[in-house]
C-alpha cells in the first residue's frame, strides 16, 4: 500500500479471521476470535507482536478439555498480541487472567473507514466469574502513525470490584526498552522495582539486563531469562527499540501519581525465558466499581521507522 493510502478489510489473519487496518506500511490486525486481540502489528516486512506457533488460528470454545490442551505448559493460553486484562494479579480466579475476558470470542460491536479516521470497536462477553465485561475501542486518524485503544471496564454484575485495566503487549525479541523516570529526590526509593518472586534489579543490572541514567531505564530484552520489573513514570511513556529492523515501538497513557495502582507502579516489563518474547504493561489507578460503575483508561501507541530503509524492508 502506497504512502496515504488506508484500508479496512477483513481478512485471515496467522488463520483466524481477523479486521485489518492499514495505512501505508503500517498494519494492524485485530482477531475478536481470542479476547478481542490486538494480535499483529506489522511494520514493512516486520511483525511486532509475538502469536505463538501453536495456537494460531485456534480458539476457545469453553470445554475444560480443550482448555487444558490450550494452556499446554502454562496455566493459561499464551495467545500473543495486546489484550486488556484485569488487575490485580492477586486477584485472578484460580490464579490465571479471567479466562472469559482472555480467552472467548469478544463481538464487533462497530468498524468505521472514512477520509480522516478509521477504527472498531470491541465488546467481551461478561466474565461468569467477576461479572465484569470490556470494551476495546481502536481510533486511528488518517495519515498518522500514531493510534490509541481506549479501554472501559464496566461492572456488570451484582457486587462491588475493586480492579483496574492492565494492558499487555508480547513483543517479539530482541529489544532494548526504554522508559524515562520521574525524579527521585535524595533517599527515596528508586524507580525500578522487581517484582516479588522475580530476579532483583541488583542482580539484574549486574548482568547488564538494566541499565541508563538517573532519568532513564534501560532493559534489554535479548535473552531467555525471566523477570518482571515495575517503573514509576510521570507520562506513561515506553520506547522500545527493534535495532534489528530499524523500527521503533511507542506507547504513552496518563498517569496519577496521587492514586494507587494494583501492581504499585504504572508501568511493566516482562521478559520470557522459555518463548522469545517480552511483554510491555500498563496499568491504569485502581477503583472501586459499585454494579454499573466502570473505567474509561486509553493507551495512545505509534509504530516508526528510525532510519530510511531499502526496498526490500517495505511491503
Known sequence: ???GEHALSLEIFKGWPAIVLRQG?????????????????RAGVHE?????????????????RQWRDLCGDWAFPLWGGGKTWVAPESAWPRG????????????????????????LSLESPICSDSGLQIIRRLDWPVGAREWSIAHTLRNAGTRTVRCGVWD??????PAIVRIPLPPTPSGSAPGVTSLPGKASVASLMEEGIIDGTACSAHVHCHVAKEFKCGFQSERGEIEVEFTEWN???ARRSEVDATRVHA????????NAAQLPYFEVETHSPLQTLAPGDFIHYAI???????????PSARP
Do not use: N
Open 1 to 3: 500500500m502506497r504512502a
Open 25 to 41: 506500511d503500517l498494519a494492524l490486525s485485530l482477531v475478536p476470535a481470542v479476547g478481542g486481540r490486538l494480535m499483529g502489528i
Open 48 to 64: 511486532l507482536c509475538f502469536i505463538h506457533p501453536g495456537l494460531q488460528g485456534k480458539t476457545f470454545s469453553g470445554d475444560e
Open 96 to 119: 490465571s487472567p479471567h479466562r472469559d475476558l482472555d480467552s472467548l470470542a469478544w463481538k464487533l460491536t462497530a468498524s468505521w473507514c472514512h477520509a480522516s479516521a478509521m477504527g
Open 168 to 173: 499487555v503487549l508480547m513483543l517479539r525479541r
Open 247 to 249: 523500527v521503533r515501538y
Open 263 to 270: 501492581h504499585a507502579h504504572p508501568l511493566e516489563v516482562f
Open 300 to 310: 495512545h501507541e505509534r509504530v516508526e521507522f528510525t532510519q530510511l530503509l531499502g
